[in-house]
């Protein structure tokens, strides 16, 4: 059986932000693909985040961006390692606390939604890491350590950067760390398509149009990724699948590691009672007060046991076709399928209960988006925050080796599980007990952008496996073995999933945001001159 994985998130504040500069840094350097996540201060108005124009959109989004904050930034960096078996990452979680100098809105909604998932505002405010917002500020804001600089040794990186319903992250992380926004979306895309050329990857656009999901919000997405792997390893088949190792932190070192425990699926034998709002959205509006299960490990199973019920019934009706038998009016691809959720299609497009007098709360990952007709991130959107979500800090387990540990030589150290999927822990968990829907969790910026790299990882596995037979074949027919390799070297980060890149999910819309340079938009004065700056040195 599968054990829970246990995943290291490094807190970092003010008070320990030079200190873990380097390491921070070297596994931005090092690292194969990048994920980020965000907490914000709010959003502003709903409706205009789901104008249908998506140019309104994007104005909707900047007034957003410079009006609020980042409160927390997650970044997990995930390193392929070619001396392990195939698809072996080592990942490094930094969960950064931020502080805006300037003044910004922060909405009542996204404060009791963030202390309700473990948010400490009182933490954030005396230990948060202080930046500025816009273009650059003053000789304090940018040399040395501080958030700027980060942002900037992000850019030196050009690794590329994966997000989870990503177009407001971004835009956030361009006003807050980079320029003011530009006016105009193709400019903004334009600008974007140069600062990461190693691209940029959505998990909600891969989830949805890529592997297909039922739903796709990131809590769902992860688990249902994270079992399909672990059903893989304890399968002992020879199929490609995902690893997953950690540094492993000692002395001080581990008082600054919050231990995240991800349970292994449990079994959903005996429930039924499913809230079905939450299980297509990923949000409901009565929280830890509604009587049904918030259970995405239930609403998994549920799903899966729905569509071996629809291939039976089409079996069915194509034996009775066979055998001259009536068939009626036939199944249908949602049958099975759970009242208002049906696979591939958001919220946007379901039938839906009248909006409840309040909004869902802002959350970073999917920034406070989620009403019944909409699917731009919430709670549920990313972020792995529903009411049963387990508390995942850990303060008992214990680490080995100190702040250096994003070197090479740490991976050595890692724990894996059986099969080398994941992390094996040793620690109690909570997994023993039953799960209580009203429990909130901790939310996390930083396990967020560990589960959306995750997803990322593993769809990359899932996708290249189906290719590999084709490949295969060139190769041996061309006989050009040593140069195929030089160059799948030379192009592996822009080769990914080739399919994803530099598409952006957009809510309500069948085709995504392309971030390419466009024929009728030159990028901003304002980026070349910064672009100038970053390969100059400066910040």
């Not at 059986?1 to 350097?29: C, R």
């Not at 932190?249 to 959903?268: E, I, T």
Request: with cysteine; hydrophobic share 30%.
């Amino acid at each position: 059986m599968v054990s829970s994985l246990v995943v290291p998130v490094i807190d970092v504040q003010n008070d320990n932000f030079k200190e873990l500069w380097p390491a921070m840094v070297l596994a931005i350097k090092t690292a194969s693909f990048i994920a980020l996540d965000t907490e914000l201060s709010g959003l502003g108005n709903r409706k205009s985040l789901l104008a249908e124009s998506i140019e309104d959109r994007y104005k909707a989004i900047c007034l957003a961006a410079r009006t609020r904050s980042i409160l927390s930034l997650g970044i997990a960096c995930y390193k392929k390692l070619d001396d392990k078996a195939a698809d072996t990452y080592l990942v490094q979680v930094y969960n950064l606390t931020l502080l805006c100098s300037e003044e910004y809105v922060i909405e009542p909604q996204s404060v009791q939604f963030l202390v309700q998932h473990g948010f400490d505002f009182n933490k954030q405010y005396a230990s948060g890491i202080p930046y500025l917002k816009g273009n650059s500020k003053g000789a304090s804001d940018e040399r040395g350590v501080h958030i700027r600089a980060l942002f900037t040794e992000l850019l030196r990186a050009r690794k590329p950067l994966v997000f989870h319903n990503g177009l407001i992250d971004m835009a956030f992380l361009y006003q807050s760390f980079y320029l003011s926004l530009p006016d105009r979306l193709a400019i903004f895309t334009a600008d974007l398509s140069e600062m990461f050329p190693a691209g940029i990857y959505d998990t909600k656009y891969v989830t949805e149009f890529e592997l297909r999901l039922t739903a796709s919000y990131l809590e769902y997405a992860y688990k249902k990724c994270k079992l399909d792997n672990s059903r893989i390893v304890t399968s002992g088949a020879t199929t490609p699948h995902v690893r997953v190792e950690f540094c492993q932190y000692a002395g001080h070192m581990s008082s600054y590691v919050d231990f995240r425990v991800c349970p292994a699926v449990a079994s959903a034998e005996g429930q039924t009672d499913i809230c079905q709002r939450f299980s297509a959205f990923g949000w409901c509006p009565k929280g830890a007060q509604c009587p049904s299960s918030h259970d995405t490990d239930l609403i998994i199973f549920q799903d899966e046991k729905g569509t071996g019920e629809r291939r039976k019934r089409r079996k069915r009706t194509r034996d009775k076709k066979k055998g001259g038998g009536e068939a009626g009016d036939g199944p249908s691809i949602f049958d099975g399928a759970p009242e208002h959720k049906m696979p591939h299609m958001d919220s946007e497009e379901t039938p839906a209960e009248p909006c409840p007098e309040t909004e869902p709360p802002a959350d970073g990952d999917g920034n406070n988006l989620r009403n019944e007709g909409v699917d731009m991130k919430t709670d549920g959107e990313g972020n792995g925050v529903s009411e049963d979500n387990p508390d995942c800090r850990n303060p008992a387990a214990t680490a080995a080796t100190d702040h250096d540990s994003n070197t090479k030589t740490n991976t050595n150290e890692s724990r894996e599980e059986d099969g080398g999927t994941e992390m094996l822990t040793e620690h109690p968990s909570q997994t023993d007990a039953p799960k209580t829907k009203g429990d909130p969790g901790t939310h996390r910026a930083g396990f967020d952008a560990f589960m959306t790299g995750y997803i990322f990882a593993h769809s990359y596995t899932r996708i290249k496996k189906e290719g590999v037979g084709a490949v295969e074949k060139k190769e041996q027919q061309e006989e050009k073995m040593e140069e195929e390799e030089e160059k799948k070297k030379k192009k592996e980060e822009q080769s990914w999933l080739p399919s994803c890149l530099n598409k952006v999910y957009l809510s309500g819309k069948e085709a995504p945001l392309n971030v390419v340079k466009s024929t009728f938009a030159r990028s901003s004065k304002a980026h070349m001159q910064k672009m100038k700056t970053v390969w100059e040195g400066g910040v």
